[in-house]
């Protein structure tokens, strides 16, 4: 069946190379459209599922307060530049804008009052009782202590656009350029979604063309003809460009998970191409190119397809992570792998049919073509410490594993050195926004903030009752029943629920690093703090995405290992058609994963969480099919091969060069991406895929075949027959 279709494809060849020509130029301008129209998403805090405080928190600011993203930022200039103002007072007023605060707004705060000061003498209060604005114009104003004479003017901006959108964008665009020539330092949530979708865009080419120039090095080293690797990146780009285009069609798909599904889709499918020509080129040694095409069909084609659906099934696990971020990335790996599968059965026979002259006369001796007999009976014979020495590191991984140090929200290295201007940005990085109750259920809103300025990792807290001395009762009554609060500079801290009752915003600004124990520590506390007076807060910030982050790593991890385990468990059995051998697999691959990450924990190099969640279903999907190659090869000698020792260094003989291959291109690949990038997050996934195709490849020509010689033949246990009518 699979020869006759094979001859179909060869009879329908330019029918089929031009639909896929076609499908290239138009996969082209998805690309491009995507791009353009900004389907993809990169604000990781999307990303969290509902029922996390900070999806909570941005549900709330955005209904009531018309707060769906930021833009903070720190200018600096002369303290009397009136340019500034005018250029400010223009944003706060431009569309999109919800909110904006800074130095200004406190002097027209102090004017806006000064109109009202006989309302106040009248109702009793003295201006200097009623507001003191010098703790907020102390942080919104701040020598710049690096320049001569100039100021850091710190801008809270507050936006009604995502922070991953095209809009949102602009408005970052449009500050730098109204504010130049002033430095200007970006901070916040839409100025991270703005760097890492530019970044990993603008490096989204360069890591495929290192990739594609690590992986033409490996197979000119081990293929016998120059036209062959251009064959396999043929079909595989073909595949990537059909990928990455399809990917117009779902809008919202994270930007990191885009680029990494190109990466990985080339690293893990090489080997479907690879096989598929190694089978035609044996046959062709006595057929014809039609014939030969159809024979290695069968065997061919069945082991793309099942390699496929084993990786799949692996990636499928990252379904399971609770963030809605791992259903994103089980997608767009998935689409990857299988449009990669469907492109080599349907592309691939054709163009090795139409290039076989050119295969022909460019045939050259294998350049790197290794006797690994030696290195199969050495193994063999030592089978027995090859298996104490697995027990004993499998051990060791399992603890050292889950010592790894995790980072959240670093996505690229700090910078060598830093101006004043950098490190009143930074701050404004590091801040929480907060929307608690106008009335206390308890104390007052200033017992409030000097409780939370008590707190260890917080630096100060800044709203409104920073600045404004009277009770929050009071300030209630002037804001519903007069106009003294409404004014637009006052207004912004402000505003009524859809209920009625009134909420204020409030700036929590932290000290050090918002991902360590101590910030997450400080974190519970102002919780505690908010719930002793009002009962709760609503908000977001980087600290509150690590805690809700945080919270749930560790029970995605073994949920994606345990799902992705067992997933490919029942894959195996229906293949292998024994239990035992399927399990010993899986434990070897979930073996391989820890000692991965045991490296980075005896090293003490941290490893971002999404990494650290994904890599039991992606290596698992990535080094799976080494070990079944290898089970298989052995169980084929064995059938003609009485002893189990033979076998295995026979296996390991003619296994070496395929698996060898495999890891070599998965290898070269991910260490082109890991020095082509600067994310640090598609940095530690491609070191540890690297590293992992590596532990993988080992295990498969070490581990496997000395296991498989104490295996002894056993029947299905009776529920698995029933299950599988075997």
């Keep these: 069946m699979l020869g006759k279709f094979a001859s179909g494809v060869v009879a329908l060849r330019k029918f089929i190379l031009i639909f896929l020509l076609i499908a290239v130029c138009a996969s082209a301008f ?20 509902e029922g996390t405080s900070t999806r909570e928190g941005l549900n709330f600011l955005e209904q009531e307060f018309a707060i769906n993203g930021d833009a903070m930022f720190a200018v600096q200039t002369f303290e009397d530049d009136e340019g500034l103002y005018s250029v400010l007072d223009a944003f706060a007023l431009r569309e999109g804008v919800s909110r904006l ?73 449009e500050i730098a350029s109204e504010l130049s020539p002033r430095p200007v330092a970006f901070a916040g949530m839409t100025d991270t979604a703005k760097t890492v979708m530019h970044d990993t865009l603008e490096e989204l080419p360069r890591y495929l063309f290192f990739g594609v120039l690590a992986v033409l090095f490996i197979l000119i080293l081990t293929t016998t003809s120059y036209i062959e690797p251009f064959i396999v990146l043929v079909t595989l780009g073909t595949a990537i460009v059909v990928n990455l285009g399809t990917g117009y069609l779902f809008p919202g798909l994270s930007v990191v998970g885009y680029a990494a599904s190109a990466v990985l889709q080339l690293g893990c499918t090489l080997d479907f191409a690879v096989i598929f020509i190694h089978l035609y080129k044996q046959k062709r040694q006595t057929l014809q190119p039609l014939d030969a095409v159809k024979s290695a069909a069968p065997r061919g084609f069945s082991w793309i397809i099942i390699s496929a659906l084993v990786t799949m099934g692996g990636l499928s696990g990252l379904g399971f992570i609770g963030l809605d971020l791992g259903k994103d990335l089980a997608f767009s790996l998935i689409k990857g792998i299988f449009t990669s599968m469907i492109t080599v059965v349907v592309a691939l026979p054709a163009l090795l049919f139409v290039c076989d002259k050119l295969m022909v006369k460019t045939a050259h001796r294998r350049i790197i073509n290794i006797n690994y007999e030696g290195a199969g009976k050495v193994i063999s014979r030592q089978r027995a410490l090859v298996v104490a020495l697995t027990l004993s590191v499998f051990l060791a991984a399992l603890v050292a594993q889950s010592q790894t140090s995790l980072t959240f929200f670093k996505i690229y290295n700090e910078k060598d050195s830093v101006s004043s201007l950098d490190e009143t940005a930074a701050l404004l990085a590091n801040q929480m926004i907060i929307a608690v109750p106008l009335i ?88 505690t703090v908010a719930d ?47 239990v035992r051998k399927a399990a010993f697999l899986i434990t070897l691959i979930e073996l391989g994963i820890w000692a991965n990450l045991a490296i980075n924990a005896m090293l003490n190099i941290p490893l971002n969480f999404l990494i650290y969640i994904m890599i039991p279903a992606v290596q698992m999907s990535c080094t799976i099919n080494y070990a079944l190659f290898v089970c298989l090869k052995y169980d084929d000698y064995k059938k003609t091969t009485p002893d189990s020792a033979k076998a295995a260094a026979l296996t390991i003989k003619e296994s070496a060069a395929p698996v060898l291959t495999g890891m070599s291109l998965l290898i070269a690949t991910c260490l082109a991406v890991y020095f082509a990038s600067a994310n640090l997050i598609i940095k530690d996934m491609s070191l540890l895929l690297a590293r992992g195709g590596l532990i993988g490849g080992i295990l498969a020509l070490t581990v496997v075949p000395a296991l498989l010689t104490y295996y002894r033949q056993s029947r299905y246990p009776r529920f698995i027959k029933k299950i599988f009518k075997l």
Excluded at 30 to 49: E, H, P, Q, R, T
Excluded at 501 to 506: E, I, K, P, S
């Design 30 to 49: 998805g690309i491009a459209f995507l791009l353009k129209d900004g389907k993809a998403n990169s604000n990781m805090l999307d990303f969290l599922g």
């Design 440 to 527: 206390p259920e308890q104390g007052t809103q200033a017992e409030f903030i000097a409780e939370m300025q008590e707190i260890p990792n917080v630096d100060k807290v800044l709203g409104v009752f920073s600045a404004i001395k009277i009770p929050a009762e009071t300030v209630e009554y002037l804001f519903e029943n007069t106009n003294i609060l409404n004014a637009p500079e006052l207004a912004v801290f402000f505003a009524k629920t859809g209920e009625g009752a009134n909420y204020t915003l409030c700036s929590v600004i932290l000290k050090g690093n918002a991902e360590d124990k101590g910030a997450l520590a400080s974190y519970e506390e102002m919780r």
């Design 101 to 173: 605060i800074w130095y200004g707004t406190l002097e027209k705060v102090e004017r806006e009052l000064d109109a009202y000061q006989p309302i106040l003498e009248f109702a009793g209060l003295a201006k200097e009782d009623f507001i003191d604005v010098s703790e907020l114009s102390a942080f919104l104003k701040q020598p710049a202590l690096d320049t001569d004479g100039k100021y850091n003017f710190v801008v809270l901006m507050m936006l009604e656009y995502p922070p991953s959108s095209n809009e949102a964008f602009a408005i970052l665009d």
């Design 532 to 578: 002793k007076y009002f009962g709760g807060f609503y908000g977001f910030g980087v600290v509150t995405g690590v805690a809700d982050m945080s919270e749930s790593v560790a029970a995605d991890f073994w949920l994606v290992t345990f799902a992705s385990s067992i997933i490919v468990f029942f894959m195996l059995l229906v293949l292998l058609k024994s």
